[in-house]
């Protein structure tokens, strides 16, 4: 944490606060015999811990790929998975961090709150779902879908393909297909938090002795993302839908609402 005033004058005063934390972490042991332990699983993915690795790794199965790296299509132009799973990414963030202005102009004072989370990873039950049934702003594009890949030709080498594929043929191979890789998404996020505009009216109390302080406030809360995902923005989903407080199902999302904005007056006094 750290806190500092850059502006400190009779009328105005600037202060800033800054929350900064970073957590890394490695799952050392278990008990004897169990080889990982599932924190979460459906029939796409799980999240687990397992010894010598990060805790909260995303385990599926990825896009299937040549050894330099492409995407190795079926012989119809379709994705498929690698035959293996393989970690796919961590639900744990690289830091968060909130950042906190407030400021004060005689009796008038407005502060706001900026939250940030770099880095981590989540699994998109509710891209999943659009693209199983076509239902996702992601798939309404249904003109001249050609994968993004190669496909092995008879003699072994890789053309990148041109094989114009159905909307059904296109999403599915992906959702049906069992490809986790396609539904891990960033879960960056920087969200204005809140904003306070308050006005302390203390002075004009001074002839009375009843109280001693009086203020009254405008507080927003969950106001919008400044940044976020793209395809979680178009999903009309909730970067912050795949974590709670709790252990288990951490950097899961599925069909998770947007935060609540709430709007409130606060007329507090002291005596």
Excluded: H
């Amino acid at each position: 944490m750290l806190s500092g005033s850059p502006i400190a004058s009779k009328n105005f005063t600037w202060n800033t606060l800054i929350n900064f934390s970073r957590n890394r972490s490695k799952v050392v042991e278990l008990y004897p015999e169990i080889n990982a332990l599932t924190l979460y699983s459906t029939a796409e993915m799980s999240i687990e811990a397992r010894p010598g690795l990060a805790y909260g790794n995303i385990v599926g199965y990825a896009f299937k790929r040549t050894p330099t790296g492409e995407k190795w299509l079926t012989a119809a132009g379709a994705y498929q998975r690698e035959s293996e799973t393989s970690v796919l990414g961590n639900v744990q963030p690289d830091f968060l961090s909130g950042i906190t202005n407030s400021f004060f102009y005689k009796g008038i004072s407005l502060s706001f709150l900026v939250d940030i989370r770099k880095g981590g990873k989540i699994f998109s039950y509710s891209k999943l779902q659009q693209w199983s049934v076509g239902t996702g702003k992601g798939t309404e594009n249904g003109d001249n879908l050609i994968a993004d890949g190669v496909i092995e030709q008879p003699d072994g080498k890789f053309e990148k393909s041109t094989i114009v594929l159905g909307r059904q043929a296109y999403y599915t191979s992906m959702s049906y297909g069992n490809i986790g890789e396609a539904f891990v998404l960033p879960a960056d996020y920087v969200s204005l938090r809140e904003i306070i505009i308050g006005y302390d009216f203390s002075r004009s109390l001074k002839k009375t002795n009843i109280f001693k302080t009086a203020k009254l406030s405008a507080v927003c809360r969950n106001l919008f993302y400044l940044y976020q995902n793209k395809e979680i923005k178009e999903m009309g989903a909730n970067p912050e839908g795949g974590f709670g407080p709790f252990t288990v199902a951490q950097g899961f999302e599925s069909t998770g609402v947007p935060m609540t904005r709430s709007i409130g007056l606060n007329l507090s006094f002291t005596f």
